[in-house]
Each structure stands twice: as structure tokens, then as C-alpha cells.
């Protein structure tokens, strides 16, 4: 399966790399190319670019979401 990840973070390399060790092709996406391509390379991912191509080119696609900050 190809799988997109939007970001770059502890939690992408964990669950991108698992995948990737799982025979899934992996896909890194992320604001900074160059984080991006750390990441992928790290965790032996197929590719890596921005969110928007990644996005484009995954069959599927994980993005972690951030809870809102409590307004005050």
C-alpha cells in the first residue's frame, strides 16, 4: 500500500518507519523539505516532499491533528 504521512515529527518516523518495515511504500510530507528528507531517508521511506504532493500520490494518508487551545 502507499501511505502519505503529513509530518515530520516523533510520531511520523515511528509509525512511517513501522510501515515501511512492513513492505508498505512510504511517502513523508512536510512544510520543510529538507526535515522531510531526513525523516524518509531515517526511516527508509520512498519518498518525501511537500503536503500537498504527498497528498496527491498516497492511496492512503495520515496526518496527526493538534487539540484546539482552550479559549480563555
Known sequence: MRIGIL????MAAALGGAWAGAAHQVLIGGRDPAKAAAVAQRIG?????TSR??????TSCWS???PA???R
Request: aromatic letters at 0%.
Open 53 to 58: 504532493m504527498r497528498r496527491a500520490s498516497a
Open 64 to 66: 496527526r491533528c493538534r
Open 7 to 10: 509530518g515530520t515529527g516523533n
Open 45 to 49: 521511506a520512498a519518498g518525501h516532499g
Open 69 to 71: 487551545r482552550p479559549s
